[in-house]
T-cell receptor, first 115, second 109 residues
């Protein structure tokens, strides 16, 4: 069974440009989470989808970030326009269990560098 | 106060040593607790859940103290392959998995 896949694995863009990150969760996992790790800091929650609905987006830094999960399958996270402080590793995770009492399965992350 | 706080590390121990990590959390309503392991430049992976009565998985023992709001992870007979960052994960508000900063463990020969 395929795990959580993320694309691209690494993206280098200039300040002001746009980047779209994609996450394909494990098939059948309704819960999809986006997290971000900035160097030296903890992995911080961005948002949570249940199927195609945003359950909680309290961690989204600002309106330059837009996440979608059309059809309840894969998800995209767009940053527009990118700023220097957006650099970090963006992790996607999925889980099968509602309300999260089970395991989170992570993708390998998308490393974003904004110059 | 951060939602989940961990020992800063790094912990540098010889093979065969016993090492313990602690983690404190602020949400007294949390019901779910986990330890994850993250290797360098890799994704976090579940190491073990933490149950109220404490639980063991081979060389790893996890404990939960609800009164003091902390969890611990004990690793016995450390192996070189145990070198990694250990992440404490606690159910936060709205049932969101909330991560600590992680504790780095280096096991040397």
């Amino acid at each position: 069974e395929a795990g959580v896949t993320q694309f691209p694995s690494h993206s280098v863009i200039e300040k002001g440009q746009t980047v779209t990150l994609r996450c394909d969760p494990i098939s059948g996992h309704d819960n999809l989470y986006w997290y971000r790790r900035v160097m030296g800091k903890e992995i911080k929650f961005l948002l949570h989808f249940v199927k195609e609905s945003k359950q909680d987006e309290s961690g989204m830094p600002n309106n330059r970030f837009l996440a979608e999960r059309t059809g309840g399958t894969y998800s995209t996270l767009k940053v527009q326009p990118a700023e220097l402080e957006d650099s970090g590793v963006y992790f996607c995770a999925s889980s099968q269990v509602e309300g999260w009492a089970g395991e989170l399965f992570f993708g390998e992350g998308s490393r974003l560098t904004v110059l | 106060r951060k939602e989940v706080e961990q020992d800063p590390g790094p912990f540098n121990v010889p093979e065969g040593a016993t090492v313990a990590f602690n983690c404190t959390y602020s949400n007294s309503a949390s019901q779910s607790f986990f330890w994850y392991r993250q290797d360098c430049r890799k994704e976090p992976k579940l190491l073990m859940s933490v149950y109220s009565s404490g639980n063991e998985d081979g060389r790893f023992t996890a404990q939960l103290n609800r009164a003091s709001q902390y969890i611990s992870l004990l690793i016995r007979d450390s192996k070189l392959s145990d070198s990694a960052t250990y992440l404490c994960v606690v159910e936060g508000g709205s049932y969101i998995p909330t991560f600590g900063r992680g504790t780095s463990l280096i096991v040397h020969p």
